[in-house]
């Protein structure tokens, strides 16, 4: 079946290096994206959306680009903290009342 | 700030013994989901719920497997005869809306079969 899936299983960068996190879909039919983030033992937290009419959104520090050509997906972390460490995963789901489908996830580690 | 909040946060079960998570999602909130973690790998919806039935289920949601809104705050899911399998973190999630928005999520409960 169609699937939510991640290039890179981990990545580690320097604190106050920007980080970027990749994901590919292969549903075409997905038209809302959202990223989450995952610390140890908790639950997902929602860290920003985007529907499939537009090709980038921002919020506070973090941007995520949307490429429907190539179904790719990616969040990008501005000026990376100790705090954002953590497993992030994308998830997409389709119209109507369907549920979330979440990706493998990327786990993101931060070097002080 | 509103949250889901979801008990308990560890479950010890013997296999073959019914279990019954508990979820209180956000008060305003219409949508309602589980999803279940397998350590170290991703998150799985099991099931959603709105106007008291099941709108859609997954594979991984079978026979075993029951939701029940029983009354106006509570979301429950039961598995009746649990296997090693059915070890993993179980989370509650509930939406306000269907088509999008955020899905807020609780910090799950950890059930652990032996």
């Known amino acids: 079946g169609e699937s939510v899936g991640l290039h890179l299983p981990t990545l580690s960068v320097q604190e106050g290096d920007n980080s970027i996190i990749n994901c590919a879909y292969s549903?075409?039919?997905?038209?809302?994206f959202i990223w989450y983030k995952q610390e140890s033992g908790k639950g997902p937290q929602f860290i920003i959306d985007i529907r499939s009419n537009m090709d980038k959104r921002q919020g506070q520090r973090v941007t995520v680009l949307l490429n429907k050509t190539v179904k790719h997906l990616s969040l990008q972390i501005a000026a990376t903290q100790p705090g954002d460490s953590a497993v992030y995963f994308c998830?997409?789901?389709?119209?109507?009342?369907?549920?979330?489908?979440f990706g493998k996830g990327t786990r993101l580690s931060v070097i002080a | 700030e509103p949250e889901v909040t979801q008990t308990p946060s560890h479950q010890v079960t013997q296999m073959g013994q019914e279990v019954i998570l508990r979820c209180v999602p956000i008060s305003n909130h219409l949508y309602f989901y589980w999803y279940r973690q397998i350590l170290g790998q991703k998150v799985e919806f099991l099931v959603s719920f709105y106007n008291n039935e099941i709108s859609e289920k997954s594979e991984i949601f079978d026979d075993q497997f029951s939701v029940e809104r029983p009354d106006g705050s509570n979301f429950t899911l039961k598995i009746r005869s649990t296997k090693l399998e059915d070890s993993a973190m179980y989370f509650c999630a509930s939406r306000r809306f269907g088509e999008t928005g955020e899905l807020f999520f609780g910090e799950g409960s950890r059930l652990t079969v032996l």
């Open positions: 998830a997409e789901k389709s119209s109507g009342n369907t549920p979330l489908v």
């Open positions: 549903n075409s039919a997905s038209d809302y």
